[in-house]
């Protein structure tokens, strides 16, 4: 079964472009023309052409379900913060044959680490703790933990959170520890914890970890975890269907976790909330989760405008940041073709780049009984959910075809980056001086190094030789590339031949012309082409 929701129409940001300070009148030096509007969507049809795609996104899943004996299995595809698709297919209860559904409630296992950053985040921009405390200011008992050297630095909230605390992976034996409780909790702190490393000097991949960000969580805001989660991001995004703890779950929609053995699918129990509820605890429903990480995908890009709680946009945008490497991998792509994967972790959050998307944010989740994963690409406003209840249920390569499918469309771009006047104004002059040399507006367009860097006298000589070989040129509409708003390339059509613009502004108001090179285009470098390849 699956469902298409309607198309939100795209708003539409308004850029206050500057503000006198006081009484003082602003100069047009002091003008903030460096300022852009935020980049944007320039395809009104972007969501109808990527609906397109979503029958061929459904019939990959379901695909994959059959193939692997997932009993049942959720989905959903998320446009612009919005959940704009669900699917589902199978069963939630094999022996009650009751089929998936829209609300049914699976858990999400290790994605619930987002959630525990999220409000380590919080009480950090509440002024409650410091990402760079040290661990045992908040946990007295690690305060006779023994590193494995003498020169460890103290382990802190940002070593958790970026699983470079030191301790070892530990997947197989952190999710028997779900259920545990507080007090058990307590005796496993007396004894200490085991160190594979230093802290700070490498990734390694911690349930433990986010255990004990839990119980940060719990100290800084004088609240249980769990009550914490409820009150100030649960219901603040209207979560109705999601929940630390199973037995609150309506049985009407709650999905039962399965193995699959000698044939046969064999139910796994339902571990209870406990003291590591915060490494892998949650449960949820597609719409729910469908709602978080439009959260995520809605902080992008920066830009002016009210915040909505929980999290400000800032917060929301440095939790999708890379803060902890991995050592980098080279598969192939369906194609055969070589493909770089690159990235490490944020703040309970994966981020990754490859050759074709520079920007990946998302995190799996594995216990007995079910298999989840979010994906999404911030420039591009498009993101991935999905669930299944067989153990460890791999959502990768189809979540990997699933993006192929949208991009079949031609509708899966990134947003335009937006110039800054000042680059209209850097562009307009730099086309001035093609067309004609004029050296006091050459020199109104310079910042300090300009001519320092290479003389007054060799540009005029460039651009004379350019104009002498190549006959007229004409400005081509657009940017052949513009990587942020100081920094951009275009294209001059000429009568034999063609040119390419290369323009940095400085950081100085006004923002002038720092670096310029005027290329013929057959020698200059493709600056188009994928950056690994």
């Not at 795209?10 to 509007?37: C, E, K, N, Q, W």
């Not at 704009?84 to 069963?91: A, E, I, K, L």
């Not at 991935?384 to 209840?389: H, M």
């Amino acid at each position: 079964m699956t469902r298409t929701l309607s198309a939100t129409t795209l708003r539409l940001l308004a850029v206050l472009f500057f503000a006198s300070i006081g009484t003082l009148s602003v100069s047009a030096a002091d003008t903030p023309d460096y300022r852009a509007p935020p980049p944007k969507f320039v395809d009104p049809a972007r969501l109808e052409r990527l609906a397109t795609a979503f029958p061929a996104v459904d019939q990959l899943m379901q695909q994959f379900t059959s193939r692997e004996h997932v009993p049942g299995a959720a989905w959903g595809i998320i446009v612009d913060g919005r959940l704009v698709h669900v699917g589902v297919t199978g069963v939630r209860d094999v022996a009650a044959a009751a089929p998936v559904q829209s609300d049914s409630v699976f858990r999400i296992a290790s994605m619930t680490k987002s959630f525990t950053a999220l409000a380590i985040l919080r009480l950090r921009d509440q002024g409650k703790l410091s990402l760079d405390d040290r661990v045992d200011r908040y946990i007295p008992q690690l305060r006779k933990q023994r590193y494995p050297t003498t020169d460890s630095p103290p382990l802190t909230i940002r070593h958790l959170l970026t699983h470079s605390a030191g301790f070892p992976e530990d997947n197989p034996w952190g999710d028997q520890q779900l259920a545990i409780s507080e007090a058990q909790f307590d005796r496993l702190l007396e004894q200490g914890i085991a160190m594979s490393n230093a802290p700070g000097v490498a990734y390694e991949y911690s349930n433990y970890g986010f255990a004990l960000l839990g119980r940060i969580v719990s100290i800084a805001s004088g609240k249980p975890y769990a009550r914490y989660i409820e009150q100030h991001v649960l219901q603040p995004l209207d979560l109705r269907n999601t929940t630390l703890e199973p037995a609150t779950v309506s049985a009407a929609q709650l999905a039962q976790g399965y193995r699959y053995e000698d044939g046969l699918w064999k139910r796994e129990p339902q571990l209870a909330d406990g003291a590591f509820g915060a490494m892998g605890g949650m449960l949820t429903s597609i719409e729910d989760l469908g709602r978080y990480v439009g959260l995520y995908l809605q902080a992008w890009p920066a830009r002016d405008g009210a915040d909505a709680m929980p999290l400000s946009r800032a917060s929301l945008r440095e939790m999708q940041q890379l803060w902890r490497d991995r050592r980098a991998t080279v598969g192939r792509t369906a194609q055969g073709e070589p493909e770089l994967n690159a990235g490490g972790y944020g703040y309970g959050l994966r981020v990754s780049q490859s050759c074709r998307f520079a920007h990946v944010v998302a995190h799996s989740g594995g216990l007995p009984g079910f298999g989840s994963q979010m994906r999404w690409l911030p420039e591009y406003g498009v993101g991935l959910i999905a669930f299944g209840n067989r153990t460890y249920t791999s959502w990768g390569k189809p979540f990997d075809d699933a993006l192929e499918a949208l991009a079949s469309t031609g509708a899966l771009q990134p947003r335009m980056i937006e110039p800054a006047p000042a680059l209209v104004r850097a562009r307009a002059g730099v086309s001035a001086l093609l067309e004609r040399w004029d050296e006091q507006k050459a020199r109104e367009l310079a910042a300090m190094n300009l001519f320092l860097d290479r003389s007054l006298d060799r540009r005029r000589a460039e651009i004379e030789r350019l104009r002498a070989e190549l006959g007229v040129c004409r400005e081509r509409s657009g940017y052949v590339s513009i990587e942020n708003a100081l920094r951009g390339q275009w294209r001059y059509d000429c009568e034999r031949g063609a040119v390419l613009a290369t323009v940095t502004l400085a950081p100085t108001r006004p923002a002038l012309i720092q670096h310029l090179e005027l290329q013929k285009l057959e020698a200059a470098a493709e600056s188009t082409a994928p950056a690994c390849r």
